[in-house]
């Protein structure tokens, strides 16, 4: 079975703070993202990536960057959390677009509250 | 522009009756969907997926129906049962796209009452 472990199911942070997810899949995909999901707007892509060193911007990149060291490992990083990025935010992996039908594999989420 | 949007934010059905959700597109270029599931506190899971080159998929008592003329999908849950009350995203990629990736629609809240 696939896993995408996130590192934090719940954080509490302040404004201000820089705030680091992370995100691990065991599964050797290429493909990771992050989507934050809020109520009434669904899940939106904030950032992926398809290769090591690799990102690319989704719908909403503004105020985050991402990492991606090692295949394995999807960094989301907000460097100066504002209240307005309260929300749970989810990782997901996939293989490569050409070789299968798209299934995103998601992580548990995590749930990040900005004071 | 939402290109892929689910026009009910909620459904409530009895058990044991079917739940319809609908889902609609506007880009002629989708050409895969999928429907996920999620429960409070966790990450989306897969439930049944289509191909633009058919028009049902059936897996148990999930059916995905796509009608491209009309640019609508739906799932029907036959019968429902009080576990499957969760959000239903409904999601579309392109195979030509810059990296192919999902769009998801804001999603549909059913709740199964016993």
């Known amino acids: 079975d696939v896993k995408v472990t996130q590192s934090s199911r719940y954080l509490v942070k302040r404004t201000g703070e820089k705030v680091f997810l992370e995100c691990v899949q065991d599964?050797?995909?290429?493909?990771m993202f992050w989507y934050r999901q809020d109520p009434g707007l669904g899940l939106r892509l904030i950032y992926f990536?398809?290769?090591?060193?690799?990102?690319e911007k989704g719908d909403i990149p503004e105020g985050y960057s991402v990492s991606r060291e090692k295949k394995e490992r999807f960094s989301l990083i907000l460097e100066s959390a504002s209240t307005n990025q309260t929300s749970m935010y989810l990782c997901?992996?996939?293989?490569?677009?050409?070789?299968?039908?798209?299934?995103?594999?998601f992580g548990e989420g995590s749930r990040l509250t900005v004071l | 522009d939402q290109q892929v949007k689910q026009n009910s934010p909620s459904l409530s059905v009895q058990e044991g009756r079917i739940s319809i959700l609908n889902c609609d597109y506007t880009?002629?270029?989708?050409?895969?969907f999928l429907w996920y599931k999620k429960y409070p506190a966790e990450g989306p899971t897969f439930l049944i997926s289509?191909?633009?080159?058919?028009d049902k998929n059936e897996d148990g008592r999930f059916t995905v129906f796509l009608n491209k003329s009309a640019k609508h999908l739906s799932l029907h849950i036959v019968p429902s049962q009080p576990g499957d009350s969760a959000v239903y995203f409904c999601?579309?990629?392109?195979?030509?796209?810059?990296?192919?990736?999902?769009?998801f629609g804001k999603g549909t809240k059913l709740s199964v009452k016993p």
């Open positions: 997901a992996s996939s293989l490569l677009w050409g070789s299968n039908t798209g299934e995103l594999f």
């Open positions: 599964m050797d995909h290429e493909n």
């Open positions: 990536s398809y290769d090591v060193k690799m990102k």
């Open positions: 880009n002629s270029m989708f050409d895969y």
């Open positions: 289509i191909s633009s080159i058919k």
């Open positions: 999601a579309a990629r392109s195979s030509r796209g810059s990296q192919g990736n999902l769009i």
